[in-house]
């Protein structure tokens, strides 16, 4: 963003707690974090995403141990999380879910 000279001395890591509860103590003007590590903060403003230039993103993928007591269970879990039913709840999170869902929950 060609910004970093001018913001390095204001800046600080936050490597112990979430940023947003930093930034709901007043200890902070402006966090960076996942979108979904920010909603649950009460007292904070999220704004919305970094642009896509900058963003850093983080794909989760799911599997099952070899010898696992539940290897059904777990696929099961797994083909419901992947699946349409589960993208609202996960868009809600703040993640973005395999099946994206439009802004009024509906399929698209």
């Known amino acids: 963003m060609g910004i970093a000279k001018e913001v390095a001395d204001k800046c600080r890591m936050i490597p112990a707690e979430p940023v947003g509860l930093v930034v709901a103590r007043g200890e902070g003007e402006v966090g960076f974090q996942q979108i979904s590590e920010l909603k649950p903060i009460a007292g904070i403003e999220l704004l919305g995403p970094l642009p896509s230039e ?55």
């Open 54 to 108: 900058v963003q850093k993103v983080t794909i989760f993928s799911a599997g099952i141990v070899v010898g696992a007591k539940e290897p059904d269970a777990g696929k099961a879990l797994i083909t419901f999380l992947a699946s349409p039913a589960a993208a609202k709840a996960i868009a809600d999170s703040g993640l973005e879910p395999i099946s994206p869902v439009s802004s009024n929950g509906s399929q698209r």
